[in-house]
Structures are given as structure tokens and as C-alpha cells.
């Protein structure tokens, strides 16, 4: 144990979890532009896989991409970030729209936290959404997460204001009778090793 992650890669029944590479910039862009007014530049893009692959190459924060293996397409991404202190992760992801309501953030959410407690053998995963994002609350409930504080004033509100945060963690001593740990994955090292 100590705070690093030492996943490049995971495969679950439909999704292909790998750290972000400089060549996924478009497909990011794509993605993250989905359904928006003013969408993300390719500039943008290479920015923040920049500094997603220095954190994750410093061990500082763990960034990756979902991509859908039929199609191949990015769908979305998933993050173990060790914001509370060592021996912990807050799991965080996205979708892109038109991936949204076939469970692929639930199978991307399942198959970090069997990593997290699997691999890296942490003793707490979070997970954190804001109050109104009852999807994301209802995947970390449906996970075996458990509903574990609210912290008022939170998240800034677009339009002004401040939203509260719910906060749902996991133990370990919780973990093996959760559906997460049903979930199918595979993971590999960086050297293509499988570590789970």
C-alpha cells in the first residue's frame, strides 16, 4: 500500500479502462464537446491530457479513458484520485450524452473499486456528486456505497450559488459483500502484467 496505482489498463465485459495517451486529443475533444453550446478545443484537449498523464506518470492523480470495444469509440472516463490522504481514493467519471443509460458508468465505477481495494488494497474509496446529480448518487448506492455525510455549499452553481456535495464511501471491511465486488475485470500493470 501507499498511494499509487499501478493500473495502465482494465478490462471489463464492455469497456477497455486505459490511462489517456497524447493521441487521444480529438477523441476527447469529441466527447467532451457532445451536446454543448461552446464545446471543448482539440487545444484544450491536449492541455488537459498533459497534465493528466504527468499526474498519473508522478503517481499524483489516476486519469483514464473508457473506450467501448463495439464500437471502438470513447464513451467516457474514470478516475482513483488520492485526494484525502494516503490509503484512500475518491472515484470520479463521466459520460459522454449519447453514452448515458446503459450502465457503462456503473460497470466503469465497479470495476475502479474492485481495482482500489483489490490492487491497491485501500482501506476507503469515496465516491462524491453533487446533490442534484441523482444518477451518479444512485450508481455509488446500487455499488454497495453508503451515504456517509453531506457538506453544504459546495459545488458552484452556473448559475451562481453554491450546491451541496454528498459524499458515499466504502470500507473494506464493507467491500466484499458489495455488488462491486461482482463486477468482471481485468487489470494490467504497465509492462502488460495482469494484476487482478
Request: with cysteine; glycine share 10%; net charge negative.
Amino acid at each position: 500500500m501507499g498511494g499509487v496505482l499501478p493500473v495502465w489498463r482494465i478490462e471489463t465485459a464492455r469497456l477497455t479502462i486505459r490511462r489517456w495517451s497524447a493521441g487521444d486529443a480529438n477523441a476527447l475533444a469529441a466527447a467532451r464537446s457532445e451536446g454543448l453550446e461552446r464545446g471543448v478545443s482539440v487545444e484544450e484537449a491536449v492541455e488537459a491530457l498533459e497534465r493528466w498523464c504527468r499526474r498519473f506518470d508522478q503517481n499524483d492523480d489516476f486519469v483514464y479513458a473508457a473506450w467501448a470495444r463495439d464500437p471502438d469509440a470513447l464513451v467516457g472516463g474514470v478516475g482513483a484520485h488520492p485526494r484525502f490522504g494516503p490509503g484512500s481514493f475518491e472515484i470520479g467519471y463521466w459520460l459522454r450524452p449519447s453514452a448515458t443509460g446503459q450502465g457503462l458508468a456503473t460497470e466503469m465505477a465497479g470495476a475502479m473499486t474492485r481495482v482500489a481495494f483489490e490492487v491497491e488494497r485501500v482501506p476507503l474509496v469515496e465516491i462524491r456528486c453533487a446533490r442534484s446529480n441523482t444518477a451518479s448518487a444512485a450508481i455509488a448506492a446500487r455499488l454497495g456505497y453508503v451515504h456517509d455525510a453531506t457538506l453544504p455549499r459546495r459545488v458552484p452553481l452556473a448559475t451562481g450559488g453554491l450546491e451541496d456535495v454528498l459524499v458515499f464511501a466504502m470500507f473494506a471491511e464493507g467491500y466484499e459483500a458489495s455488488a462491486a465486488r461482482g463486477f468482471v475485470a481485468s487489470a494490467f500493470d504497465g509492462e502488460g502484467r495482469r494484476v487482478l
